[in-house]
């Protein structure tokens, strides 16, 4: 498969579309682009001698949420997804990037292919960080909040559930380490982000 080409396609199909109303348009396609990137990187730390799924992998993650807002969208992508790449993958890789749409939220899996289970996890990880700063603020910005609302968000029992759960939900413990370093980096912008919105300054 031609990267190139996919990702033009991807960009054709998700680049101008908005999928939330609490989004900028276009979120989708640049949140699968990332994670197809992120997927790539994490199969060549976890598996370095096998680069067979390669291109299974980047298709897949590029478009796992194509269909986005049209729910559910696991299963609308996977039934487009033979319709988009039929000119650009062999039959057997369709049906193995239509495997990776379709179960992209069916985590904690052991029995699902590798290939699966490293998109699964490309796509947390692409959520957290900095990457969820900007969620918030666009949320917030749709919504009306200001910064104290974005604060009382991130220190609440809900947020600290949703951080365990999505923890809990990667498959391979490389994942969870880098989930803990894009989440302790979070912490530290929310203590910083809470005290400069008290007015604190840092000498």
């Known amino acids: 498969m031609d990267r190139d080409r996919l990702t033009e ?31 790539i990187h994490l199969r060549e730390a976890l598996f370095p001698g096998d680069s067979s799924k390669d291109d299974v992998i980047f298709a897949g993650a590029l478009f796992h949420d194509v269909t986005k807002g049209i729910e559910p969208h696991a299963a609308t992508g996977a039934y487009l997804v033979p319709q988009l790449l039929q000119d650009y993958a062999s039959n057997e890789e369709i049906q193995c990037v239509s495997e990776i749409v379709r179960l992209h939220n069916t985590r904690n899996r052991e029995d699902q292919p590798f290939y699966v289970r490293i998109v699964q996890d490309a796509d947390i990880l692409d959520h957290f960080g900095s990457q969820e700063v900007w969620l918030k603020f666009m949320y917030g910005a749709h919504k009306d909040e200001n910064v104290f609302d974005a604060v009382r ?5 809900e947020h600290e559930k949703y951080v365990a759960g999505s923890r809990n939900a990667l498959n391979f413990e490389l994942s969870r380490q880098i989930f803990n370093r894009k989440h302790s980096f979070h912490r530290e912008f929310v203590q910083r982000f809470k005290a400069e919105c008290g007015g604190q300054i840092d000498y």
Do not use: N, P
Request: some cysteine; hydrophobic content about 35%.
């Open 153 to 157: 968000m991130w220190e609440s029992d």
């Open 9 to 39: 396609l991807a960009f054709k199909t998700m680049g101008k579309r908005k999928s939330h109303l609490q989004r900028e348009k276009g979120y989708i396609f640049y949140h699968c682009e990332r994670v197809a990137k992120i997927a």
